[in-house]
Structure formats: C-alpha cells, structure tokens
C-alpha cells in the first residue's frame, strides 16, 4: 500500500502523494495522518493508531522506483517550505514528532536527502535554540536529543 501511495496510484483518507505535495500550509498544519504516509517508518505512529508500518519489502520497492523517490524529494522539498513558512516555536509540538519522522524515513531513503531536510529544519531550529540562551522560543534539550537520536539511530 505504502509503495502504491508513494508512486501516486493510490488515494488514501481522501488524498494522495500529489495532494499532499500541493497543499496549502493551513491543510498541511491541520492535517494530521498524510505525514505517517509521505514519510512512513517502522515503528507504529503513537498517534494515528492505522497508520501504515514500513516494511523492508514495501521499502525495497520503493528504492528501486524512480516515481516514488522522485515523489518522495518532491514531498520534502514541500515540507522544507513548509518550514521556512511556519518555524517550530515550542518545544515538543507535533511538527517536531513530524520532523523526526521525516528524518527517520529519509535516512533509509537516500542519506543526502536526509542531510538536506536536516540541515534547512532541525538544524536551524537547533541553531535558533543555541542562540537564544534562555529558550525563549521554546526548543528544548529535549526535542534536540530526539532529533539527534532519529537522525543517528540510536
């Protein structure tokens, strides 16, 4: 199912992989179950209970597929957008579970990919962070070391 979503043959929850590149920011914000598709993993999602689980079959599919892995670096160029639109301003929100679920996914993708998506989101988050001494923007240790640990693997 994962493979067919990603290749943009497959409509779920009333949207596909097109949809979610050309979404607006609000739809993407309110939007909360086309992140588990666009940027699956292989842990189940703590918040949406049916959301697919990416399985080293449908994984190896997709690798070898140049729609998807195209449709994949064009869903990630909409969320560094959609980053640069709307910066992570408190510290455990749902965008940062988001952003570690996107580094998760792209790490097994394609590793520069993953190093792009870092370096144009969490890393300047984290740099933002550093920067403010007292945390007023509200991105803690906490959040930093989770997105250390998604991009490492630990």
């Given at each position: 199912m994962l493979y067919e979503f990603l290749k943009g043959t497959m409509q779920v929850n009333q949207f596909t992989i097109y949809d979610c590149i050309n979404a607006t920011d609000q739809w993407l914000e309110s939007t909360h179950n086309y992140i588990q598709w666009c940027f699956p993993?292989?842990?189940?999602?703590?918040?949406?209970?049916?959301?697919?689980?990416l399985t080293d079959n449908e994984l190896n599919?997709?690798?070898?597929?140049?729609?998807?892995?195209?449709?994949?670096?064009?869903?990630?160029n909409r969320m560094i957008q959609f980053y640069d639109n709307n910066p992570v301003k408190s510290s455990f929100n749902h965008n940062c579970k988001r952003i570690t679920r996107i580094l998760l996914f792209l790490k097994e993708i394609d590793e520069n990919e993953c190093e792009r998506f870092y370096r144009n989101t969490a890393e300047r988050f984290i740099l933002q962070y550093r920067k403010t001494a007292l945390r007023m923007i509200g991105i803690n240790d906490h959040t930093i070391s989770y997105w250390t640990s998604a991009l490492l693997h630990i």
């Open positions: 993993n292989h842990k189940q999602s703590s918040v949406i209970k049916n959301a697919p689980i599919k997709i690798l070898n597929d140049e729609i998807c892995v195209g449709n994949i670096k064009s869903m990630t």
